[in-house]
Each structure stands twice: as structure tokens, then as C-alpha cells.
Nanobody, 125 residues
Framework: HLEESGGGLVQTGGSLRLSCAASGLTFSSYAMAWFRQAPGKEREFVAGVSRGDTITGYADSVKGRFTISRDNAKTMVYLQMNSLKPEDTAVYYC????????????????????WGQGTQVTVSS
């Protein structure tokens, strides 16, 4: 079970911190990622982090503005979003992907085993 929180309405240039609480799974065995889906568009990769929090990756559109992190002890994953733009407006989803590989994550939505219900982020211009 994954549950996102922290979304909301923010002005251009503002910041938000999204949180994803995981339960019912061996959290340290899962790579984690954030995806987002804007109205009329497909769900897209935003950021990913490996099982051991050693490897992270970002979509080009958010690189330098967003930071993903995880706390295995608390079974939480976070997305710090700075310098927000109207084009960041979307529903943000947390995904978990079981993997043997400690240093990898995936940018492919269909490779994720579990999803949360999403949290809305709206950036006004």
C-alpha cells in the first residue's frame, strides 16, 4: 500500500514537498519513483531512487529543480519540488518496483508493481 500526500496549489516559483508512505511491503527491496499525469496526457516518469538510496535519476524537465529521497527506516519516499512551473501541474503518483538490483530504478511505468492513488499539484501562473 502506498499513500501520497503533500500536494496542493502553489504559485509559479514556489515549492512543495510530496511524501509517500509505504506499508505492507519489504520497503528496502523496492526501487521507488514518482510519476505524474497531466490531463489528457500519459503518465510520465519524474524521478527515481534505488533500493539503497544510492542512485537517483530525473526527467530532463525537472532536473535541477526536484529532488527525490527515501528513508528506509520510516518506509517513506519524498519529492522536494522547487521553482515550480505551470507545466508541472499534474497528479503525482508514487510507484514501487521490486528488484534484486540494489543500484537501479526504472523509468518505465509498467515495471512498477504498486501505485498510490495520487496527489494533485497545481501551479498557478
Amino acid at each position: 500500500h502506498l499513500e501520497e500526500s503533500g500536494g496542493g496549489l502553489v504559485q509559479t516559483g514556489g515549492s512543495l514537498r510530496l511524501s509517500c508512505a509505504a506499508s505492507g511491503l519489504t520497503f528496502s527491496s523496492y526501487a521507488m519513483a514518482w510519476f505524474r499525469q497531466a490531463p489528457g496526457k500519459e503518465r510520465e516518469f519524474v524521478a527515481g531512487v534505488s533500493r539503497g538510496d544510492t542512485i537517483t535519476g530525473y526527467a530532463d524537465s525537472v532536473k535541477g529543480r526536484f529532488t527525490i529521497s527515501r528513508d528506509n527506516a520510516k518506509t517513506m519516499v519524498y519529492l522536494q519540488m522547487n521553482s515550480l512551473k505551470p507545466e508541472d501541474t499534474a497528479v503525482y503518483y508514487c510507484g514501487a518496483r521490486w528488484t534484486f538490483e540494489p543500484g537501479s530504478y526504472s523509468t518505465t511505468m509498467h515495471e512498477y508493481n504498486f501505485w498510490g492513488q495520487g496527489t494533485q499539484v497545481t501551479v498557478s501562473s
